[in-house]
């Protein structure tokens, strides 16, 4: 082959060659990143979230706690206990009260009011100060089916109560064993007695009280019901037990009510955490003074009128006791509590009249 002719054929060789690695190129770019001009089936507007995230649904519990209605997975079996919490001036702030489920409140003697506080889906670690027992107040605990705690008694309160009126325990046989109940230094006598609760299951136990129980729900509304909850509105509450003021104020952010005496907010004495409520109570009972010493029987059995505060609202209603348990009716069928925390307080035969509300 002359020079010309190969350097011809050289060309041709070369060319073809160029020709296929430049398709093998475009074959492979076409693979890896294919184009077209479809639209994405799935856009996100602004201000939107990808839509493969999904709205969150509501969590769902197997269980829910008797006197709160919040859910749980555990199952509940621990008994209610009912504590008698000092309210008088100088036992203020209590201890514990932020984790009751209901607190009554009730006048004792005079103008001073005395709490009992139901301790079952939370359990605080030191409750009081503790004062003494009241018929009224250990009938209702027993009602509930709740262990009542208390420190002291009059001698035939005392005796009605080792009769088996109320499962209960008495922090004068325990006072300052540094087990169930103690003496704080910081306060003086009688507004010093604090129930360590961790004992309590464990010194029940040992009197032979059964501290595993089955419980009656109170009623809840569902979140339907509460989305449409109506009633007048009510953001402030006041009613003056005598010369003892409670007020009680709403915050729409928190959905929760605030407490006080007076001015003085009621807080957590360790921490000065504040007690949030979801339903505020307000009963009329007969009350009757039966002793020079001033000592009232309340009646907590023929039902009577009621007021209930719920997310700001407020309804006028009666109360009725049904199987021992006090709770709001309309027209004599039961009204649901929002889930939570409950003050109940209890006033005298025509005291709904005082209480104040905007």
Same mark, same amino acid.
């Given at each position: 082959? /002359?020079?010309?002719?190969?350097?011809?054929?050289?060309?041709?060789?070369?060319?073809?060659?160029?020709?296929?690695?430049?398709? %093998?190129?475009?074959?492979?770019?076409?693979?890896?990143?294919?184009?077209?001009?479809?639209?994405?089936?799935?856009?996100?507007?602004?201000?939107?979230?990808?839509?493969?995230?999904?709205?969150?649904?509501?969590?769902?519990?197997?269980?829910?706690?008797?006197?709160?209605?919040?859910?749980?997975?555990?199952?509940?079996?621990?008994?209610?206990?009912?504590?008698?919490?000092n309210n008088h001036p100088k036992a203020r702030p209590q201890s514990g009260l932020t984790?009751?489920?209901?607190?009554?409140?009730? #006048?004792?003697?005079?103008?001073?009011?005395?709490?009992?506080? $139901? $301790?079952?889906?939370?359990?605080?670690?030191?409750?009081?100060?503790?004062? =003494? +027992?009241?018929?009224?107040?250990?009938?209702?605990?027993?009602?509930?089916?709740?262990?009542?705690?208390?420190?002291?008694? +009059?001698? $035939?309160?005392?005796?009605?109560?080792?009769?088996?009126? !109320?499962? /209960?325990?008495?922090? +004068?046989? &325990?006072?300052?064993?540094?087990? #169930?109940?103690?003496?704080?230094?910081?306060?003086?006598?009688?507004?010093?007695?604090?129930? #360590?609760? /961790? !004992?309590?299951?464990?010194?029940?136990?040992?009197?032979?009280?059964?501290?595993?129980?089955?419980?009656?729900?109170?009623? $809840?509304?569902?979140?339907?019901?509460?989305?449409?909850?109506?009633?007048?509105?009510?953001?402030?509450? =006041?009613? +003056?037990?005598?010369?003892?003021?409670?007020? @009680?104020? &709403?915050?729409?952010?928190?959905? *929760? @009510?605030?407490?006080?005496?007076?001015?003085?907010?009621?807080?957590?004495?360790? %921490?000065?955490?504040?007690?949030?409520?979801?339903?505020?109570?307000?009963?009329? !009972?007969?009350?009757?003074?039966?002793?020079?010493?001033?000592?009232?029987?309340? %009646?907590?059995?023929?039902?009577?009128?009621? @007021?209930?505060?719920?997310?700001?609202?407020? *309804?006028?209603?009666?109360?009725?006791?049904?199987?021992?348990?006090?709770?709001?009716?309309?027209?004599?069928?039961?009204?649901?509590?929002?889930?939570?925390?409950?003050?109940?307080?209890?006033?005298?035969?025509?005291?709904? !009249?005082?209480? =104040?509300?905007?």
């Amino acid at each position: 082959m /002359n020079k010309k002719n190969w350097l011809i054929g050289a060309i041709i060789v070369l060319t073809m060659v160029l020709t296929a690695c430049s398709n %093998d190129e475009q074959v492979t770019e076409t693979e890896s990143e294919p184009e077209t001009d479809d639209e994405p089936v799935y856009a996100v507007e602004e201000g939107e979230t990808d839509l493969d995230e999904e709205d969150e649904e509501e969590p769902t519990f197997e269980y829910a706690f008797p006197y709160t209605g919040e859910g749980t997975n555990e199952e509940i079996t621990n008994r209610a206990v009912a504590v008698m919490v000092n309210n008088h001036p100088k036992a203020r702030p209590q201890s514990g009260l932020t984790k009751a489920d209901i607190v009554f409140e009730i #006048l004792a003697e005079g103008d001073i009011t005395r709490l009992m506080a $139901f $301790f079952q889906s939370e359990q605080p670690d030191i409750v009081g100060p503790v004062r =003494s +027992a009241r018929p009224y107040y250990f009938n209702l605990a027993d009602d509930y089916n709740a262990l009542y705690v208390y420190h002291g008694a +009059a001698t $035939f309160i005392e005796n009605m109560l080792q009769a088996g009126a !109320a499962d /209960n325990l008495n922090g +004068a046989y &325990y006072d300052n064993d540094r087990n #169930l109940f103690k003496r704080e230094d910081f306060r003086v006598a009688p507004h010093n007695s604090y129930l #360590l609760f /961790n !004992a309590v299951y464990d010194v029940a136990s040992q009197k032979g009280y059964d501290v595993e129980v089955e419980h009656k729900p109170l009623p $809840f509304l569902s979140t339907e019901e509460m989305d449409s909850l109506d009633g007048e509105q009510a953001t402030e509450i =006041s009613y +003056a037990y005598d010369t003892t003021p409670v007020r @009680y104020e &709403y915050n729409s952010e928190t959905e *929760k @009510y605030s407490r006080f005496n007076g001015d003085v907010e009621t807080l957590e004495l360790a %921490d000065g955490e504040a007690v949030q409520l979801d339903n505020i109570f307000f009963i009329e !009972a007969h009350h009757q003074v039966i002793d020079d010493a001033g000592r009232r029987e309340v %009646d907590f059995q023929s039902g009577g009128d009621a @007021y209930l505060f719920q997310k700001g609202t407020m *309804k006028q209603l009666q109360w009725k006791n049904v199987d021992g348990q006090i709770i709001p009716v309309d027209d004599g069928e039961p009204v649901g509590l929002v889930p939570g925390q409950t003050w109940v307080n209890v006033v005298p035969s025509s005291g709904l !009249a005082e209480l =104040s509300f905007q």
